[in-house]
């Protein structure tokens, strides 16, 4: 997969004009041209360092950085400041990873609530990148809050000393939104994350692109509450992709809020894709009431683990002082949720496709589970090529090792709605055309969107992206070819079976006056295409079809091809109407002729009324009287019977709606060159 580099949007005249207009303090500017001396902050007089603005500015001020590079480390430290790159300018902040003096190259301090970092390029710091600091170990005992409702956006962070993002504890409310992390753990690559987040409640991770972390992508442990990860990609990460708890010390949970140390709670991970992890995909340690929907997981927990995995959190190995004190140690993860995702492997990776962990020591620790009862999980795909999949639960009562498919439905008593097949991706991960993902998912689930932020349409898809199209129709289904075209164009169809088993299909070819003229049976081979040149068989006669699958599982395909050069193509409905929009195209001034093709599918006459529109205004209107299954096709205007009376480009769209529900449509154009342009009609009811 090309790395997805995430785009850096800058707002900033429009941000400069809305602070000026609602006064939210003043507005200082730093150049690498600039002087910390003789400056007096202003576009014209900018100072030479952040640190200087920042010293010199009070809470809401913004300072806006010109392109350059700043090698200083910088600390925020009074509220609602925001740190910004001038006019989408290219603004560097380095510190080098090798100064121990030098921990952090942006350091947020606990007096900063409500700042933002907008636009910047982040690198280096012997520990961190940025860091969010805590009054949790330090002053005031009573007093453990840390730096709160602190945005992050349109940032790169990378090439840290360990983390990129360290959030430490009662740093509540951090969004990281549209960024990229990468290459963490540039000097200690044993405990680096992308982003770390400890015991810091509701923590939003969106759209970002997170990849080549030395260790986990990104964790939200200690007690963490809220987090949400979603519309991210996270890939080649050192150890796992996502991490929904960890293992934390025991001084850093809040145990007025969290008695028995679960490592997360209510953490949800969506409409991500998640790949070429060292251990686990998506991971739930001490978690309770988390969950993962709509995911892509793809070649996860390569050397460990599994790409959903239940684990074990020691949390220093502490001894429970008091067992019956009410305070909980090392809990198993409980009310876990696992829905519609995919999760795809190669068919060389070992390990198992779910594990749930257990640990024991004969000293004071005893057992650790990895889960309480049983995850609920259903609508998933899994897949892994030649190899059988293999299910593990550990757990004393449960166990349970490299169990097949059945035996881990039987097992957890969910699944009931799982898929065991190849979610057929192409290569952006997205499912193509004959997947069985497509529309096979639980549209119940709390999503949405999907990855790339477009609506999810019930029935959801598996995974994180949501596609259109519909399922393989199955047996017995009827799909309509509305036109066959003749002359210059030829008219294909394209079969494809997605499955590994023989399909057969018929195909029935009709005059323009419905009567029938011909049929053909057809079998196709498992996982292969056939096409079929229907114009050739119908010896310039036919002009509709209907195609129904009466074996197996298959996708059926219209293509127009142009002898001239330029080809349509559009998936074959399966379902009429009786009402139709046909949506002309909006570069109209580009096409030579327009028209549409409709066909009643019944054994019944029926009266079809033509109604064009231009900017929603009819400008005219014709009616017809169709025989049953005749097909109406003609050119509309002037050099056509339909709506003669208009011309190339006085209509937008056009309804077309009959007395019932018989209709199966299209549009046709043709561009300068005389290459087919096609848009299938919309049904309107």
Same mark, same amino acid.
């Given at each position: ?66 392109? =350059? ?234 050397? =460990? ?5 239940? =684990? ?374």
């Amino acid at each position: 997969m090309e790395n997805r580099r995430i785009g850096i949007m800058k707002m900033g005249l429009l941000l400069m004009l809305t602070w000026a207009v609602t006064g939210q303090g003043a507005t200082l500017y730093v150049s690498p041209s600039g002087n910390d001396g003789s400056g007096n902050g202003s576009i014209s007089a900018p100072f030479l360092t952040i640190t200087h603005a920042l010293d010199t500015s009070s809470a809401g001020d913004i300072v806006l950085i010109l392109g =350059g590079t700043y090698n200083e480390a910088v600390r925020i430290r009074n509220a609602n400041i925001t740190l910004q790159a001038y006019n989408g300018e290219h603004v560097i902040i380095h510190t080098p990873i090798d100064d121990e003096n030098l921990d952090t190259t942006v350091t947020i301090d606990v007096d900063a609530d409500g700042s933002t970092l907008d636009g910047l390029e982040i690198t280096g710091g012997y520990y961190y990148g940025i860091m969010l600091f805590t009054r949790w170990d330090w002053g005031d005992p009573a007093d453990r809050t840390g730096v709160s409702h602190i945005t992050i956006e349109n940032c790169e962070i990378h090439d840290t000393g360990r983390d990129c993002i360290k959030i430490t504890p009662g740093c509540d409310y951090v969004t990281i939104d549209n960024c990229e992390v990468y290459n963490s753990g540039a000097r200690y690559g044993g405990n680096a994350e992308g982003v770390d987040n400890v015991n810091a409640d509701n923590m939003i991770v969106k759209d970002c692109y997170i990849h080549d972390t030395a260790t986990t992508g990104v964790y939200a442990k200690g007690g963490a509450i809220d987090a949400l990860i979603e519309r991210c990609i996270i890939e080649n990460c050192g150890e796992i992709g996502v991490a929904l708890g960890f293992d934390t010390s025991p001084e850093y949970f809040d145990l007025t809020v969290n008695p028995n140390r679960y490592e997360n709670i209510g953490g949800v991970v969506k409409n991500c894709l998640i790949r070429n992890t060292t251990y686990a995909g998506i991971a739930f340690y001490a978690a309770k009431d988390a969950s993962a929907f709509n995911n892509t997981v793809i070649n996860t927990a390569q050397s =460990g683990h599994s790409p959903i995995y239940f =684990g074990v959190t020691l949390q220093d190995w502490e001894v429970d002082p008091d067992p019956n004190d009410g305070i909980g140690y090392r809990p198993a993860s409980v009310n876990i949720h696992v829905e519609n995702n995919i999760v795809l492997q190669d068919s060389s990776i070992t390990t198992p496709m779910v594990f749930i962990r257990t640990f024991y020591h004969e000293g004071d620790v005893g057992r650790v589970n990895g889960m309480e009862g049983m995850p609920v999980m259903d609508h998933n795909c899994y897949w892994q090529g030649s190899s059988e999949l293999a299910f593990t639960d550990q757990r004393p009562g449960y166990e349970m090792e490299n169990g097949s498919f059945v035996d881990w439905q039987n097992h957890i008593g969910f699944e009931e709605h799982t898929l065991v097949a190849n979610p057929l991706l192409d290569s952006s991960y997205r499912p193509a055309e004959g997947s069985p993902c497509i529309d096979a998912g639980d549209s119940t689930v709390p999503v949405t969107d999907d990855l790339d932020g477009n609506p999810r349409v019930a029935s959801f898809d598996i995974g994180a992206y949501e596609v259109s199209g519909s399922q393989p129709p199955e047996e017995g289904t009827v799909r309509y070819l509305p036109h066959i075209a003749h002359g210059n164009y030829t008219t294909y169809l394209l079969a494809y079976t997605p499955a590994n088993e023989q399909t057969k299909f018929q195909v029935t070819l009709y005059g323009d006056d419905g009567g029938l003229l011909q049929n053909g049976s057809y079998t196709l081979a498992p996982r292969s295409t056939v096409k079929i040149d229907v114009s050739s068989v119908s010896g310039g006669a036919a002009m509709t079809a209907t195609v129904i699958l009466t074996e197996g599982t298959a996708v059926f395909k219209g293509v127009y091809f142009n002898t001239a050069g330029g080809m349509a193509e559009f998936l074959l409905d399966g379902e009429l109407s009786d009402s139709l929009m046909c949506l002309f195209p909006s570069y109209n001034d580009a096409v030579s002729w327009n028209g549409l093709a409709c066909w009643n599918a019944s054994d019944t006459a029926a009266t079809v009324t033509l109604t064009a529109y231009a900017e929603g205004v009819s400008v005219g209107v014709q009616t017809v009287l169709l025989a049953p299954r005749e097909n109406l096709v003609d050119v509309i205007g002037q050099d056509g019977s339909l709506l003669n009376s208009l011309g190339l480009h006085d209509f937008d769209m056009i309804q077309v709606q009959t007395n019932v529900s018989v209709l199966s449509g299209l549009n046709i154009s043709g561009d300068g060159q005389e290459k087919l342009i096609f848009t299938p009609a919309v049904r309107v009811n």
